[in-house]
């Protein structure tokens, strides 16, 4: 869902944020928002429709779409890709339980909104909001000026309040979408999986190669992604391949990076189904990196690159049995 809710007098719980990769931190503040749309706060017309009984409030999402980072950015500067692209993270979202995920178009123009402008065009007209839930950094409208201080103030004033949750941390830092990005640049993508709370993924459609997988005798899916997204390091990956958007994992051998024993040059996707045979031309596939094996490398020649493909196999097999 991607407009206003009409809220028809009644009351919703919202969480606002960017939500990229929809990690241990973001869902602490969506569990805040759940758990408070399930107690039905401040939702007193409803219950007295029920006869005293208070009854559950809708939990909405309010995100942005471009990354804000892009929209203001100036310079030289470059937005990072996205960890969870906007179906992805509409996925991993409504799986939750939330009754609705919108998305504000983000522009010049929002972003110059007072604090206040935007609580009451964005928040409080389409969705009465009984209570506000963001994370404890968070902050909106020009210049950044609608901190949690100021949210609370306004909220108070408009008759919801604001609850900003802390930030989770692990391994004494805090979980961060920056932090998972550094996880998945170093290929550390068990790692990555901690602050995510579930293994990292990509998904596309796999495509014609050039067939040398093949003519060595480990065939390779090529996975040309649907959508730009955060791609682990290059190297090699022990990893689950899922097909058609079905549940079954196979397991997988997964290369990223250059081929550079055969001086390519175009970074390359590629997985090795383990105990698989067939045609996957034109299938969707979606991979879910299980545990980094080692970086890519330059052989001298096929017959070494052969000898560390069965090694990769093999290391594979074993981690993803573990």
């Known amino acids: ?98 009754d609705a995920f919108v998305v504000l178009p983000f522009t010049r123009e929002l972003a110059s909104l007072s604090p206040e402008a935007f609580v009451d065009e964005h928040l409080v007209r389409p969705f009465a909001p ?25 909220g108070e004033a408009r008759g919801f309040a604001v609850e900003a949750v802390p930030l989770v941390q692990l391994d004494g830092a805090p979980v961060s979408s920056t932090r998972i990005r550094e996880r998945l640049a170093a290929g550390g993508v068990a790692e990555a999986a901690r602050l995510l709370g579930r293994r990292y993924r990509i998904a596309g459609r796999v495509v014609t190669g050039d067939g040398r997988g093949r003519t060595l005798g480990f065939p390779t899916a090529n996975l040309m992604l649907d959508e730009e997204r955060v791609v682990p390091a290059d190297g090699v990956y022990a990893a689950l391949a899922y097909l058609d958007g079905g549940r079954e994992a196979h397991a997988a051998a997964m290369s990223i990076g250059l081929r550079p024993t ?12 383990l105990d698989w045979s067939g045609d996957l031309v034109g299938r969707p596939m979606t991979v879910e990196f299980a545990a980094w094996l080692r970086p890519e490398l330059r052989f001298d ?3 070494a690159l052969i000898a560390a493909m069965k090694d990769d196999v093999a290391e594979a097999r074993r981690r993803l049995a573990g």
């Open 1 to 98: 869902m991607s407009g206003p809710v009409s809220h028809d007098g009644a009351h919703s719980i919202v969480a606002i944020g960017i939500f990229d990769g929809v990690h241990l931190g973001h869902r602490a503040i969506l569990a805040r928002a759940l758990a408070r749309a399930a107690a039905g706060a401040g939702d007193a017309g409803r219950a007295a429709t029920t006869g005293g009984a208070t009854a559950r409030s809708r939990c909405v999402v309010v995100s942005f779409d471009p990354h804000p980072d892009v929209v203001l950015a100036r310079g030289a500067f470059t937005s990072p890709l996205p960890l969870t692209p906007l179906d992805e993270k509409r996925a991993l979202l409504m799986a939750l339980g939330i």
């Open 130 to 154: 009984a209570a506000l839930v963001v994370g404890e950094g968070f902050a909106l409208g020009r210049g950044r000026t609608g901190t949690v201080e100021r949210l609370a103030a306004i």
């Open 262 to 273: 055969f001086g390519g040059h175009t970074r390359t996707i590629e997985a090795h189904l």
């Open 301 to 303: 020649g096929a017959e």
